[in-house]
């Protein structure tokens, strides 16, 4: 039996120390033989650069992209060129990471906390601080508001603030550089859709079948990867350098918020739209017409 081939192209997370692949488990689904059962040959391909991995789609040379949901809605309110297959993680909560001589939430009187712009939108951040360490943001604590989970991260690993909100992944990196999270911080601060699954609206017409049978096998193979833990660290530090902590981090703390169901959530849509581009017509009910697949949204 001849095997339909497909390039799935990724990016690793934008600016961390060494490799930080999004979904790590096409991988081990090409080792599992899974894509291969399913009559596919997959290749998983790194492209770094949101616009490298566009002009892979546009010239056919790739034919899905996983990419952070931000920058999928910006590219297609922009072009309308784009469509959603699925959506391997619909939400991934943001720690509070800290300089090591902050051990609680009310430590940080007196001090300055960072959190990117786009996700501190609509979250009750500052009731938060309040109800849990009567601590009033702009009295008792400075909170800076970057543009990028990067430059937040810079800002704590530099010691220019005391304590962060970061994304998992860059959370992970403060922890192996001495910083601690302050674990009572409750999940209010969210990057929604962290990872979409994206290809052209010319290639969905014209391979829509090809996609459908992938998005089988990548359930088949996210499964394989929750059940096979000893595998996919052993991947993980084989594939992309990390140490052991950081795998098993990657394994407990990142990889359980995958959802097999590759189905795009309305509510993180729906979140995600008001950080990007709250003002567009007709809301997230409009965008998620437009945009996502047949099936691709959760019932």
Known sequence: M???????IYGHLEGTEGKFARDPSGYLSIEAGIYQKHGLEVSWNHVQGTEQRYRRLEDGTAQISLVVGRASLQHFL??????????????????????????????????TIVCREGPSRHTPIAETFRERAQ????????LQLPNSDQEAFNLLVSGKVSAALLPRPYGFWAEERGFKRI????????????????????????RGKDFSTFLQAHREGIRYMKTHRAETIRLLGERFGHA????????????????????????????????????????????????????????
């Open 183 to 206: 674990t009572d911080w409750p999940d209010v601060v969210d990057d929604p859709l962290p990872i979409s699954i994206e290809t052209t609206m010319t290639l969905l017409g014209e």
């Open 78 to 111: 922009g072009s309308k060129t784009t469509r959603i297959l699925g959506c391997v993680m619909n939400s991934c909560p943001y720690y509070l990471v800290a300089s090591p001589a902050i051990r609680q939430i009310r430590d940080l009187k007196g001090r």
């Open 135 to 142: 601590l009033s943001i702009g009295e008792d604590l400075i």
């Open 244 to 299: 052991p902590s950081l795998t098993a981090k990657i394994w407990d703390d990142y990889l359980i918020y995958m959802d097999e169901g590759l189905t795009v959530d309305f509510k993180q849509l729906e979140r995600l739209l008001a950080q990007v581009a709250p003002a567009t017509p007709g809301g997230a009910r409009q965008v998620a017409a437009e945009w996502i697949m047949p099936g691709g949204m959760k019932d």
């Open 2 to 8: 001849s095997l339909v081939q497909l390039s799935i």
